[in-house]
């Protein structure tokens, strides 16, 4: 619900509700909680798509299957009188419920229920008469927001007032000197605006002329008392408004001369007039952003081990320095030795290194400085990576408080950018990495600046292979044993042994070998694999290969 409606809603519960003793209270559904009065019920909905005030209509066949709050008995609020029920800050999507209490050991002290409707973080709490939270439909911990933690037990701070003058408030005078000549100026200019309604505003105001634009924000507010709504479909979309809208103003209209019922009708997503469902392209959004997000979190956690491991370049550098110092010291053909590293205090300290008896001290140091370079690459790599992560996470929270406020276009912007929707009719054979998902296949793992793809599935494996390879990309298989497909995304370089190695270790651990000590690994350029013609997703051939033992990574 944005501002008028919420305000709509709260004058309409308000005046059927204050003064009345509550039955019982019992949670909805995860995010929604219904209070009883008497035959009248009231739903306080925190739904990130569909937050706010409802009152079911009789026989609405709500069901409560659930407690109240986790942490806070239904018992302690039953048979509460509902004192008061208003919006504390004009422009501000703020519910405070005020009840005397009615407990007998209580009677006499007041306790509040706070409904916050802010998207995707709207919340309802309860707070004592101190203004102490005893409860909440989310606990939100410091770790999460050190300015406003919601935690039984600490002090209730309101959210900050967002800038812009109240819809109640504005003037001409205040739209002239704001320049409101868009629907995001004006936004921005009167607070507790939505995109929809602000867009309604303009169009009743030709040419954004300050008068007209203020009268027509004026008339929207007085409206907003509850007494009539609508659903009109704009665009895709159903919207939700607190006053009737003149028929050239929408695609379709159902008026309603109730707003409590249009409300119901908006809240369970009933769309045209024969009462069909109309898909929800809001709720989809929002999904695939989530799962967007999702994936960001699981990139930076890989990244972030990845990094841990690449930052032990300068214990390497240091064993190689240790080899050259000594280097007259050390037998050919040593395994392992200690050596001696001089200090920066004049002493030495000892470093035991491990050496490769097949070639020489100085050959084992070389090896080692090349394992330093790669490693410094690789973190320089992780780094761009790291980067480009956290941009898209904050394009996600960006698209989501839009989204969350009516506004889908940074979310379709996005998922644009993210999963670009194949060109209909296109023929040909489709570019690597051109899937008919808009999910990138295999699960992704990073080494030394390398992407590593594994199959999530036959059908993935086939994706990973044929979809996201390139020829001379290396490909990876357990021999003799079903297993991932397993690509090492080269870019044209040549990966070094230990890459081969970690990407070996992934495929024994998703084969049927992964319980065997080492597994065989078939190591090949993409170019040699083929596929079996008429054969299942993932059955392949592969015409040349070399072998590695590896130990599946646990």
Same mark, same amino acid.
């Given at each position: ?40 019920? =009231? =739903? ?9 005030? @409802? !009152? ?42 005020? @009840? ?29 008469? &101190? ?56 936004? &921005? ?10 867009? =309604? ?11 007209? !634009? ?28 607190? @006053? ?73 550098? !240091? ?49 080692? @400085? ?185």
């Amino acid at each position: 619900m944005d501002y008028l409606s919420l305000k709509a809603a709260v004058t309409q519960a308000a005046h059927l509700l204050n003064g009345r003793r509550m039955s019982g209270v019992r949670r909805a559904a995860r995010d929604e909680v219904v209070l009883d009065f008497g035959g009248n019920g =009231l =739903l306080l909905s925190i739904r990130a798509d569909r937050p706010g005030v @409802f !009152l079911p209509p009789t026989g609405s066949g709500i069901k409560a299957p659930g407690g109240f709050f986790s942490d806070f008995p239904a018992s302690r609020v039953k048979g509460a009188v509902l004192a008061s029920m208003i919006m504390p800050e004009k422009g501000d999507r703020i519910v405070r419920m005020e @009840f005397s209490a009615g407990w007998p050991e209580k009677r006499g002290e007041t306790f509040v229920m706070v409904l916050e409707v802010m998207g995707r973080h709207s919340n309802l709490i309860l707070l004592d008469s &101190d203004e102490r939270i005893m409860g909440s439909l989310k606990q939100v911990p410091p770790d999460m927001s050190r300015v406003r933690p919601v935690i039984p037990g600490h002090r209730w701070t309101p959210p900050p007032v967002r800038p812009g003058s109240a819809i109640e408030d504005i003037s001409a005078e205040t739209l002239r000197g704001a320049s409101c000549n868009g629907v995001r100026e004006l936004m &921005d200019c009167v607070r507790g605006l939505s995109p929809v309604t602000a867009r =309604l505003a303009m169009s009743r105001a030709p040419h954004g002329d300050p008068e007209k !634009l203020s009268a027509a924000l004026r008339t929207m507010s007085e409206q907003s008392t509850g007494g009539s709504g609508c659903l009109a479909l704009r665009g895709e979309r159903w919207n939700l408004f607190p @006053f009737l809208l003149a028929h050239e103003e929408a695609e379709s209209i159902r008026a309603f001369t109730s707003f409590s019922e249009a409300a119901w009708e908006w809240r369970g997503q009933t769309g045209a007039d024969e009462g069909r469902r109309v898909p929800n392209p809001v709720q989809n959004m929002a999904g695939r952003l989530k799962n967007e997000a999702e994936k960001i979190e699981r990139s930076l956690a890989i990244i972030e081990d990845e990094e841990t491991r690449c930052r032990g370049y300068g214990e390497l550098r !240091l064993k190689a320095e240790s080899i050259l110092i000594n280097l007259s010291q050390i037998p050919r053909g040593a395994s392992r030795v200690t050596l001696a590293y001089p200090s920066d205090e004049g002493s030495s300290i000892e470093i035991e290194v491990d050496l490769d008896p097949s070639i020489t001290p100085r050959a084992n140091a070389d090896r080692l @400085f090349s394992r330093v370079k790669r490693l410094k690459r690789g973190l320089a790599a992780l780094k761009k990576k790291k980067t480009a992560l956290e941009s898209s996470r904050k394009d996600i929270e960006k698209a989501r408080n839009a989204l969350s406020d009516g506004d889908e276009r940074p979310a379709k912007a996005f998922l644009r950018r993210v999963a670009p929707p194949e060109a209909a009719g296109r023929s040909g054979r489709r570019k690597p990495g051109s899937g008919k998902s808009g999910k990138s296949p295999g699960r992704r793992y990073w080494k030394e600046g390398f992407t590593i793809l594994v199959g999530k599935s036959a059908a993935d494996n086939e994706r990973v292979t044929f979809e996201a390879a390139s020829p001379h990309d290396l490909w990876l298989h357990a021999r003799d044993y079903p297993s991932s497909h397993v690509v090492i995304l080269t870019g044209g370089k040549r990966p070094p042994e230990e890459v081969i190695l970690e990407a070996g270790r992934l495929a024994a651990a998703k084969s049927g070998a992964k319980r065997d000590s080492t597994v065989e690994i078939m190591v090949t350029e993409r170019k040699w694999v083929r596929k079996i013609r008429g054969g299942r997703p993932g059955r392949v051939t592969v015409e040349r290969f070399r072998s590695i033992r590896v130990k599946p990574k646990g």
